[in-house]
């Protein structure tokens, strides 16, 4: 009886100590700027024609990162809390002669939920870059997540490798984005990548 007893309660001391420790999962919101939804890239290759909904694809490739290092994600359109804001720049080229993906993530990340925040320089800027190898004519979106899988892996290294940002992100407090986002949104992303 008293060895039941005793397992019962290492079972939920053990369950309570889990739960605290995912408390203190960092939080942070991803956010891919409306613009580069608008503008799909277009893989050049002289027999086939390959249009590629890049934003769609960096923000999950990037959440799924994110989380995968043990950090707690939310969107724009979702509930858009947490103690940072990271703003995503996807860019990615595809080299037809070679068969290589390229692509280039620059994260931005805002610790200042105010909306003229977003005009302001941000906490910081870092960028990753990723490619991969793969071929138009098989598994296009495959290749490309492996390559922005990479670069995502950089962008997260440098992160956790940052003072600063571990500082931001472990001691700052639970705020909503939302003001943020919109703002970012309405500003205008440089034509060079479009």
């Known amino acids: 009886m008293k060895r039941i007893l005793l397992s019962i309660s ?49 923000e999950t490739t990037g959440i799924s990162s994110f989380q995968s290092k043990n950090y707690a994600t ?25 068969g290589i993906y390229y692509s280039e993530i620059t994260a931005k990340v805002y610790n200042q939920p105010a909306a003229d925040s977003a005009l302001s320089k941000p906490l910081m800027t870092v960028k990753g870059h990723g490619q991969s ?21 950089q962008v997260i290294e440098q992160l956790q490798k940052n003072p600063v940002f571990q500082q931001s992100v472990e001691q700052g407090p639970l705020q909503t984005y939302q003001a943020l986002c919109n703002s970012i949104d309405t500003l205008s992303q440089p034509k060079a990548f479009f």
């Open 74 to 98: 939310s969107s724009c359109e979702a509930e858009a809390k947490g103690q940072a804001l990271v703003v995503i720049e996807p860019n990615i080229f595809y080299n037809p002669q070679t």
């Open 133 to 153: 190898r793969g071929w138009l004519s098989f598994n296009v979106e495959h290749s490309t997540h492996q390559s922005y899988q990479q670069a995502f892996d």
């Open 10 to 58: 290492s079972v939920l001391c053990l369950g309570w100590m889990s739960m605290s420790q995912a408390g203190a999962q960092p939080s942070l919101v991803i956010q891919v700027p409306e613009a580069f939804y608008q503008h799909p890239v277009r893989f050049l290759h002289p027999y086939i024609n390959y249009w590629h909904n890049r934003a769609e694809a960096a």
